[in-house]
């Protein structure tokens, strides 16, 4: 049966969330860019990611320990290389931080073809996808990275959790050509401790090996799921690895330490952030089949991938797209009864007005 979702409108979800940063000791703009990430996680049903996960995670690791600094600076390091940029981002909060490494990525490659930001000391920046997202929309290429805040993943093989959940995310240029930003993210563990937060939230199971209890026997309940899986066995892990090696070419932390402030202080316990974008020029040979231009080229191959008899197939980002058109439609920001008690349990600790689920209509 389809889970039933209520509308709250944007501006009523932004000021919530925002208010509940600014309560936190955030300036109003990096309450401004923590509540617009959440909004664009909720619009696309990334639920994972949403403010619910975003408060709790800066109530666990973020303002209410000090892994994240309300106000910070971001520092920019002096390099050699014209293209790249280096910061330490004095924990800043995480999605203020992205928003502005993505930005600064993109003018570095409409000088230079390509750019890149290298964080270190970042405070998690949530749903990677929402960065290339909206890169990808206004026409570029653009990948990040970035080391989970915990070490919640076993390694294939092993049976301690030395790996966050480590995601990657792409997005692609291809509104014109299908309508929508091809977007291609994932956790690198079977699931995100999100979605298991989610599903505990919702009174769901979790898919088979995607974590194991504190024992180390593989569970399905969100009850008991103490870590977290790779999927695809050593695939997984060898992309989770890659972000634990960039993190640490970066200057990050030891895994097993991060945003555990009470262990061994004189290590450093944050998160890093990589950040690429190339614009398409940059990488155009000018050779297109039959006079296609780069963009007919782009289209043409995705009709031939999506052709043969796979015309039923979905493309990363689709759902996304489709839940955002969803969205579009029921007029606001769609959220399960669930969550809105959830969203409640904060109202109580920031002292705003609860929502009253009556005053909200049911999306169709």
């Given at each position: 049966?389809?889970?039933?979702?209520?509308?709250?409108?944007?501006?009523?979800?932004?000021?919530?969330?925002?208010?509940?940063?600014?309560?936190?000791?955030?300036?109003?703009?990096?309450?401004?860019?923590?509540?617009?990430?959440?909004?664009?996680?909720?619009?696309?049903?990334?639920?994972?990611?949403?403010?619910?996960?975003?408060?709790?995670?800066?109530?666990?690791?973020?303002?209410?320990?000090?892994?994240?600094?309300?106000?910070?600076?971001?520092?920019?390091?002096?390099?050699?290389?014209?293209?790249?940029?280096?910061?330490?981002?004095?924990?800043?909060?995480?999605?203020?931080?992205?928003?502005?490494?993505?930005?600064?990525?993109?003018?570095?490659?409409?000088?230079?073809?390509?750019?890149?930001?290298?964080?270190?000391?970042?405070?998690?920046?949530?749903?990677?996808?929402?960065?290339?997202?909206?890169?990808?929309?206004?026409?570029?290429?653009?990948?990040?990275?970035?080391?989970?805040?915990?070490?919640?993943?076993?390694?294939?093989?092993?049976?301690?959790?030395?790996?966050?959940?480590?995601?990657?995310?792409?997005?692609?240029?291809?509104?014109?050509?299908?309508?929508?930003?091809i977007v291609i993210d994932w956790a690198t563990s079977v699931v995100a401790m999100g979605r298991v937060?989610?599903?505990?939230?919702?009174?769901?199971?979790?898919?088979?090996?995607?974590?194991?209890?504190?024992?180390?026997?593989?569970?399905?309940?969100?009850?008991?799921?103490?870590?977290?899986?790779?999927?695809?066995?050593?695939?997984?892990?060898?992309?989770?690895?890659?972000?634990?090696?960039?993190?640490?070419?970066?200057?990050?932390?030891?895994?097993?330490?991060?945003?555990?402030?009470?262990?061994?202080?004189?290590?450093?316990?944050?998160?890093?952030?990589?950040?690429?974008?190339?614009?398409?020029?940059?990488?155009?040979?000018?050779?297109?089949?039959?006079?296609?231009?780069?963009?007919?080229?782009?289209?043409?191959?995705?009709?031939?991938?999506?052709?043969?008899?796979?015309?039923?197939?979905?493309?990363?980002?689709?759902?996304?797209?489709?839940?955002?058109?969803?969205?579009?439609?029921?007029?606001?920001?769609?959220?399960?009864?669930?969550?809105?008690?959830?969203?409640?349990?904060?109202?109580?600790?920031?002292?705003?007005?609860?929502?009253?689920?009556?005053?909200?209509?049911?999306?169709?």
């Amino acid at each position: 049966m389809p889970e039933t979702f209520f509308t709250v409108p944007e501006p009523q979800h932004n000021a919530f969330v925002a208010a509940a940063y600014r309560r936190r000791g955030y300036s109003p703009a990096e309450a401004a860019a923590g509540a617009r990430f959440c909004a664009e996680a909720t619009r696309h049903g990334i639920r994972t990611h949403n403010a619910l996960k975003a408060l709790h995670l800066d109530h666990l690791f973020g303002s209410g320990t000090g892994g994240c600094v309300p106000r910070a600076k971001i520092e920019k390091i002096k390099t050699r290389f014209r293209a790249a940029q280096v910061w330490n981002a004095h924990r800043k909060l995480g999605q203020a931080t992205g928003y502005a490494a993505i930005e600064t990525a993109i003018k570095l490659a409409d000088r230079y073809g390509t750019g890149t930001v290298s964080v270190d000391n970042a405070f998690h920046y949530l749903w990677g996808g929402g960065y290339v997202m909206d890169a990808a929309r206004r026409g570029y290429i653009a990948y990040t990275n970035c080391t989970a805040a915990l070490a919640e993943v076993v390694p294939f093989g092993g049976k301690f959790p030395t790996l966050g959940t480590n995601p990657h995310s792409w997005g692609f240029p291809t509104t014109a050509a299908i309508g929508f930003s091809i977007v291609i993210d994932w956790a690198t563990s079977v699931v995100a401790m999100g979605r298991v937060q989610q599903l505990l939230r919702e009174g769901k199971q979790l898919p088979p090996n995607a974590a194991v209890d504190e024992t180390g026997a593989p569970t399905t309940d969100p009850a008991r799921a103490k870590y977290l899986l790779p999927f695809g066995a050593h695939k997984g892990y060898g992309l989770s690895l890659i972000n634990e090696l960039v993190g640490a070419l970066i200057g990050g932390s030891l895994p097993t330490l991060r945003n555990r402030w009470d262990q061994q202080p004189d290590e450093k316990h944050t998160c890093t952030f990589f950040f690429q974008v190339i614009h398409p020029d940059a990488l155009s040979a000018g050779a297109f089949a039959k006079n296609r231009t780069q963009p007919e080229n782009l289209k043409a191959v995705i009709a031939d991938i999506l052709g043969h008899g796979n015309e039923t197939c979905t493309l990363p980002g689709q759902p996304e797209a489709e839940f955002a058109a969803r969205s579009a439609k029921a007029g606001g920001l769609l959220f399960s009864e669930a969550e809105i008690a959830a969203f409640n349990e904060i109202a109580a600790e920031t002292r705003q007005p609860k929502w009253n689920l009556a005053g909200f209509k049911v999306a169709e």
